[in-house]
C-alpha cells in the first residue's frame, strides 16, 4: 500500500553523477541544503545507497539508489491545477500545470501530482514524465504491469515551444543527446554527428514552425525518442534559445540565480513567462485493454499564449 503520509525521496545515480562523492552529489543536485547539511544527514542515517548507511565520501556508481528520509522539509508552493480528462478502470489522461512536479522529489512532496492523484484514486503509475516547469497531457496507470504496453502503443506525442528566433519551417533533428561540459551538471547539447566517446543516448525530433512574431517562434515538436530535456537542449542546440527556460533559455546564469534565490525582475522580463515555455500538446494511443485509439489534444495554456500575443502586438 502507498503510504502517503510519510515522505521517502528516492533517486537513482546518472551517468551525470557517476564517481562523484555522495555529499558532493546531494550539495549540487538539492540546493536546499549546504554540503555541511548533507553530510549531517548522511551520518545520522537518513540517507542510504543501496539500503546501505554509507560514509559521505561514498563514491557513487551508475544505477546507484539513493533513499532519504526526510523530517523538517518545508514545501515550497506549487500550482496544484490539474484535470483529468480521461478515466476507466485502467489508466487515466490527465492535464496538468507548469508549476507541478510529477513524482516527489527535493522539497516536494504533497505538492506534487503523483500525491494528488494518489489520495484521491488510490495507487498509480506514471506512464510517461514532463519536467516540473512543463504542463499538459500525461498517462497514468493504475496497475503498473499495463505501463509498458501503453506505452509502446503511442502512436503520437508532441508539444507546443516557443523559442526566441525565427525557426525553419520545417526540421529534423536526429542525432545524439551528449554532457554539455556545464557547469550545470545536468545540462545536455544536441550533436548530429555519432560522439566518439560516451556517455551519449540517440535522439529524434521533428519541428514544424507554426508561428513566427517579432523573433519569437511557436513550434509543434513530435518526439520518435524519449529522452530527458530532448525538446529543449535540441532547439537551444540549434540556436534557438527556450523563452523562460532558465538552463536551455537566454542565459543558463538564470538557473544558478534561480536556485540561490536571486532572479530579479529584470531578469524576469528577460525570461518573458516564469516557466519554460513548453506544454505537452498532443497525445494518441491504443488503449490496452479495450483496443480502443485514444486521442487527446490540449490547448496552449494562457501564459504561453501570452507571449504570443504580446509580441504579436510588438510587431503591428
Not at 565520501?57 to 480521461?86: C, G, M, S, T
Not at 484521491?120 to 496497475?143: C, M, P, Q, W
Amino acid at each position: 500500500m502507498t503510504d502517503l503520509s510519510r515522505r521517502i525521496i528516492r533517486t537513482a545515480v546518472d551517468w551525470s553523477a557517476v564517481n562523484l562523492c555522495l555529499a558532493d552529489y546531494l550539495a549540487g543536485r538539492f540546493t536546499y541544503r549546504t554540503r555541511e547539511e548533507w553530510v549531517a544527514r548522511i551520518i545520522s542515517g537518513e540517507i542510504t545507497v543501496n539500503e546501505q548507511i554509507v560514509p559521505p565520501e561514498k563514491v557513487l556508481e551508475l544505477h546507484d539508489r539513493i533513499e532519504y528520509r526526510p523530517q523538517d522539509i518545508i514545501e515550497p508552493e506549487a500550482d496544484l491545477n490539474h484535470q483529468v480528462l480521461f478515466e476507466d478502470d485502467h489508466l487515466m489522461v490527465i492535464a496538468k500545470s507548469g508549476n507541478l512536479c510529477m513524482h516527489p522529489a527535493g522539497p516536494f512532496f504533497k505538492h506534487t501530482l503523483w500525491h494528488l492523484l494518489c489520495s484521491k484514486y488510490g495507487s498509480i503509475h506514471f506512464v510517461n514524465r514532463l519536467d516540473r516547469e512543463t504542463s499538459g497531457l500525461l498517462i497514468a496507470v493504475k496497475d503498473p504491469k499495463l505501463a509498458k504496453a501503453v506505452s509502446h502503443n503511442i502512436r503520437e506525442k508532441s508539444y507546443r515551444v516557443i523559442v526566441h528566433g525565427n525557426f525553419p519551417e520545417t526540421a529534423v533533428a536526429d542525432g545524439f543527446l551528449i554532457n554539455a561540459n556545464s557547469v550545470i551538471r545536468k545540462k545536455r547539447r544536441f550533436v548530429s554527428q555519432m560522439p566518439e566517446n560516451p556517455p551519449f543516448e540517440s535522439a529524434k525530433t521533428t519541428f514544424k514552425r507554426l508561428a513566427y512574431a517579432n523573433s519569437m517562434s511557436l513550434l509543434e515538436a513530435t518526439l520518435f525518442t524519449g529522452r530527458m530535456h530532448q525538446i529543449r537542449a535540441t532547439v537551444h542546440s540549434l540556436g534557438y534559445p527556450v523563452a523562460g527556460d532558465k538552463l536551455y533559455g537566454v542565459d543558463e546564469n538564470f538557473y544558478l540565480k534561480q536556485r540561490a534565490g536571486e532572479l530579479t525582475d529584470q531578469d524576469m522580463e528577460k525570461l518573458l513567462i516564469p516557466r519554460q515555455a513548453l506544454h505537452s500538446a498532443v497525445l494518441r494511443f491504443t488503449h490496452p485493454v479495450t483496443g480502443k485509439e485514444l486521442h487527446f489534444d490540449l490547448d496552449l495554456p494562457e501564459d504561453m499564449k501570452k507571449i504570443i500575443y504580446f509580441q504579436r502586438q510588438l510587431q503591428k
